[in-house]
């Protein structure tokens, strides 16, 4: 971006006074790797996997998180040509200003802010319902307060404090998934938990789908809100040591591996325990006994299954929360310093942390406390649902953004070859990309619109978020006078080495 003070190019994500602090370059390609992988292992893996086994069969589930998977590649790789070429921790707004348009950049950037913002509230309310696991009589309020103390207290230190909080928060998640595929495949060959199942339970009934077309899309839909998080990459971006050779490391690896886990989970599951399982349909955020993961554990013969998969998905949603911390403030601070948000909150301490961004993100995970009032599950169910659609329209953002910047970078007679990372497929990839994001953002709850009559109810609880995207897009477009940048035009500067 331009700085407003002597209209030359600064360095994206950092102030423009050269004895300003600035943000910290402090993330290796390690941390750059956990934090997507990590953002993105989570609940959706570990609870979720079962009901979309028992809603569309596990060739259903399989299928749906197949096509999110390539569908993911294709974003982490338009986001990795982005981030490499222009890194910048405030990523989506600044991409969209750049390359679509000053409107749409305010409008995603605030999309991004207020799903991630929002995502600390949800994991706030999925922990205090964890926690009651060991605690039952315990205040909801009491948890709420000390889970955001310390996702406050990682993030305030430093980007560093989050980077390493979340690279261990990751590594057990990877240790659990990989320990539940051995003990599973050993137990699908029958040398562990009994005799070998094969493929009875994966072609039950004579067929591995199940329940239509309905059934897969709202799997389709689950799978999607699973596998975000992998996109917070392009926000650490802004401060890694080297992000043109970190970025794209992080992005190979991240992908294989999530394809791994989520695929040979899901197919694990689906051999292991019948679709039919009345547990499947119960596996949820408020009783872990019937996680799949804790259902096979159990059938092994791991007695204390509920109580490690208790913790570790307890880990996981302060993982999710802490990442969603971190991320909204760093895009929030960004927005501040290009004059979309509040300038006070484009100022750094001495250790290079947007403070007045993170105390306005904290302030936003307090709506957790609400769940002392209004019942935990309650609570966690409606910040989900409003939380959901704005991930899948911060990737259209992507798709969108590195579609223009490609265009434009060719437009503007550059050569692919100045590119430090290009991503496969152009243009197949963010066109592809795009569909079935459009698919994603429409069809979050078709059966609203099904049946004798039309639930409004469910309508608005799924879809409130894109009339208000439209609305804040439009909004600022009206009062700004903004435009569409023709690409001939759209800012490719990027800041010297």
């Known amino acids: 971006m331009q700085d407003r003070n002597n209209n030359q190019p600064h360095q994206p994500g950092q102030s423009s006074n050269a004895s300003a602090p600035g943000l910290r370059k402090t993330f290796k390609a390690r941390h750059l790797t956990m934090i997507a992988l990590g953002g993105s292992i989570g609940t959706g893996l570990f609870l979720a996997s079962g009901g979309a086994i028992a809603s569309s069969g ?23 040509e982005l981030a490499t070429y222009l890194p910048d921790s405030g990523s989506f707004s600044t991409y969209g200003t750049r390359f679509v348009s000053p409107a749409f950049g305010f409008a995603i950037g605030w999309n991004f802010w207020y799903n991630w913002a929002v995502t600390i509230a949800a994991e706030l309310s999925a922990a205090t319902v964890i926690i009651k696991y060991w605690f039952p009589d315990s205040p909801s309020i009491l948890w709420s307060l000390l889970f955001l103390l310390l996702m406050f207290g990682l993030n305030v230190l430093s980007a560093r404090g989050y980077g ?14 990989i320990v539940f595929l051995t003990v599973g495949v050993l137990m699908i060959f029958g040398i562990l938990g009994g005799k070998a199942v094969g493929f009875s339970n994966f072609q039950l009934g004579g067929s591995s789908f199940h329940g239509g077309f309905f059934a897969f899309v709202g799997v389709f839909m689950a799978a ?27 992005i190979r ?48 013969g791991l007695a204390i299954a509920a109580s490690v998969m ?24 960004a927005m501040a310093k290009d004059g979309m948000a509040p ?18 993100t904290t302030a936003v995970g307090m709506l957790a406390f609400l769940a002392s009032f209004f019942g935990d599950g309650a609570v966690y169910n409606w910040l ?6 704005c991930g899948f329209i911060n990737w259209l953002g992507i798709a969108v953004c590195h579609y223009r910047f490609r265009r434009a970078f060719v437009k503007q007679g550059h050569s692919l070859e100045e590119l430090p990372y290009r991503a496969r497929w152009f243009p197949f990839g963010p066109i592809f990309a795009l569909v079935l994001c459009l698919i994603a953002v429409f069809g979050q709850n078709l059966g609203a619109f099904t049946g004798g009559s039309i639930d409004w109810y469910g309508i608005l609880v799924s879809y409130i978020s894109l009339p208000l995207f439209l609305l804040i897009w439009f909004g600022y477009r009206w009062f700004r006078k903004s435009r569409i940048v023709p690409l001939d035009q759209c800012d490719l500067s990027t800041h010297p080495e």
Do not use: H
């Open 58 to 80: 596990p060739g259903g589930a399989l299928l749906a998180y197949t096509a999110v998977g390539i569908m993911v590649y294709f974003l982490m790789t338009s986001l990795g």
């Open 164 to 177: 390493e909080s979340e690279y261990w928060f990751a590594i057990i998640k990877i240790i659990t998934v």
């Open 224 to 250: 999607g809100f699973s596998f975000q998080g992998t996109e917070l990459v392009g926000v650490a971006a802004g401060e890694s040591e080297n992000p043109r050779r970190n970025v794209p490391l992080a």
């Open 253 to 300: 690896r991240v992908f294989w591996r999530i394809l791994i886990f989520y695929i040979f989970a899901i197919l694990v599951i689906g051999l292991l325990i019948p679709y039919t399982n009345p547990d499947l349909l119960r596996s949820g955020i408020d009783d872990i006994g019937v996680s799949p993961f804790t259902i096979v554990f159990n059938k092994a």
């Open 310 to 333: 208790n913790a570790v998905i307890l880990s996981s949603v302060l993982s999710a929360g802490n990442s969603g911390m971190y991320a909204s403030t760093r895009v929030l601070y």
């Open 343 to 360: 300038r006070a909150l484009g100022r750094l301490n001495r250790r290079g942390v947007p403070v007045g961004a993170l105390l306005v």
């Open 384 to 389: 989900l649902n409003a939380s959901g659609m």
